[in-house]
């Protein structure tokens, strides 16, 4: 399957899933708040490649791949998320994301989705910030749950990302090296292979 195919396929999964998290909190009130980066500066934080191929291949056509790679390699902190931009490098609890539009699934999926216990029972998977900040709301999402609203599950979008690519969607690695592995397999894929579309590289 070409590079273009599987970007368009997880491209499509997390549109479907974006909807679905709109929907959820919509029904929940659930939000993070705003400008928040605790999660994205997580240094225990993993991915898989293939979730940040869409970013790898965006970088790819605007002639940023080589210097992110780069840029990785050589990273002071290689435990945060390049993409987070902290609002100054005193506080890295706050800040956004520079590439929200291609963020990972575990981004996505972190705070508005589910795991299931050894009982079964799906657990939101949420952070420590929201659970103390909006308590009443976050029991309340708890309760709706176990009545029977739906919330997306880590399982079954981790399964679904896998299908597009069996091995780079199942490799669980550091954020940061997901990223590196991603526009290495992009690089690799176009070192024989003409630019996508017919199009030329970006100077």
């Known amino acids: 399957m070409s590079i273009e195919r ?13 909807s ?11 939000q993070c708040i705003s400008g928040c980066g605790q999660c994205c500066n997580n240094p225990t934080m993993e991915a898989s490649p293939l979730e940040f191929l869409p970013l790898a291949f965006h970088l790819f056509l605007t002639g940023k791949a080589e210097t992110t790679l780069k840029e990785l390699q050589s990273k002071q902190n290689p435990s945060i998320c390049h993409i987070y931009n902290p609002l100054n490098i005193v506080d890295y609890a706050s800040g956004q994301c520079s590439n929200y539009k291609y963020r990972g699934l ?50 079954d979008y981790y399964m679904q990302l896998a299908q597009i ?9 550091p954020i940061n090296k ?10 690799q894929y176009y070192v024989y292979r003409p630019f996508p579309g017919g199009l030329e590289t970006v100077a």
């Open 6 to 18: 599987k970007v368009k396929l997880i491209e499509g999964l997390f549109e479907q899933l974006d």
């Open 20 to 30: 679905k998290i709109f929907t959820f909190q919509n029904k929940t009130k659930l």
């Open 106 to 155: 575990i981004c996505r999926l972190f705070g508005y989705a589910a795991s299931r216990d050894k009982y079964g029972k799906e657990r939101l998977v949420t952070c420590k910030i929201i659970k103390e900040n909006q308590q009443g709301i976050y029991q309340d999402t708890v309760e709706a749950i176990n009545n029977g609203l739906y919330v997306p599950m880590f399982t």
């Open 165 to 173: 690519d069996f091995k780079l969607g199942n490799m669980i690695v």
């Open 178 to 187: 997901a990223l590196k592995l991603a526009i290495e397999e992009v690089l």
